[in-house]
């Protein structure tokens, strides 16, 4: 019963060649964010969406993008990716009919760059 | 300061061990306290909400204490399988949660 899916589990990319990873949740909920987790650290939000509505952290870059075409998929676009950019991204979901919810994770894609 | 704080340990206990984690929050204004865990390469995962009367889950307990803005885990009776991170979480009055970079616990036989 996987409620938070992302695809791939793992990427390669080269240096600069874009990528997109998705993902797609089962439960219906109006807030879906995305977060960058690089080795022993806490995971870092990029942007969430409540619903159609964007919300972008100051300090998240450029490159990085994101679409929500539906309630139900959010994709993140890096558009150029770097070294730098190489961790672990976590898609995580929460109703969003009250603030500060629980969120649910899906279990992210681990990206590679070469 | 970071908004949130944990001793990132590791903490080495043998099975059957008691152990406690503690976290500082710095916004007085938080209203939503978690434990989640994270396991090795792995999404975090919810262990527990904590509310201001304390909750316990089986072998685990929560407490709050908002005058001294801390937040703590204590885990009865250790097994291997408790191995993990334990990240400390805390919202504010938006749709955001703010994460410690996690305690690691090392459960030995």
């Known amino acids: 019963d996987a409620m938070v899916i992302q695809n791939p589990r793992y990427q390669v990319t080269q240096f600069g060649k874009p990528v997109t990873l998705s993902c797609s949740q089962t439960?219906?909920?109006?807030?879906m964010y995305w977060y960058q987790q690089k080795s022993s650290q806490a995971p870092k939000l990029l942007f969430h969406y409540y619903d159609k509505d964007f919300n972008n952290e100051a300090d998240t870059p450029d490159n990085f993008q994101s679409r929500r075409p539906n309630t139900s998929f959010c994709f993140l676009d890096i558009r150029s990716p770097g070294l730098g950019d190489a961790a672990m991204y976590l898609c995580a979901t929460s109703r969003g009919d009250r603030e500060a919810d629980t969120q649910y994770f899906g279990p992210g894609t681990r990206l590679t760059v070469l | 300061r970071k908004e949130v704080e944990q001793d990132p340990g590791p903490f080495n206990v043998p099975e059957g061990a008691t152990v406690a984690f503690n976290c500082t929050y710095s916004n007085s204004a938080s209203q939503s306290f978690f434990w989640y865990r994270q396991d090795c390469r792995k999404e975090p995962k919810l262990l527990m909400s904590?509310?201001?009367s304390g909750n316990e889950d089986g072998r685990f307990t929560a407490q709050l204490n908002r005058a001294s803005q801390y937040i703590s885990l204590l885990i009865r009776d250790s097994k291997l399988s408790d191995s993990a991170t334990y990240l400390c979480v805390v919202g504010r009055n938006t749709d955001k949660l703010i994460f410690g970079t996690g305690t690691r616990l090392q459960v030995f036989p």
């Open positions: 904590v509310y201001s």
């Open positions: 439960l219906n909920h109006n807030v």
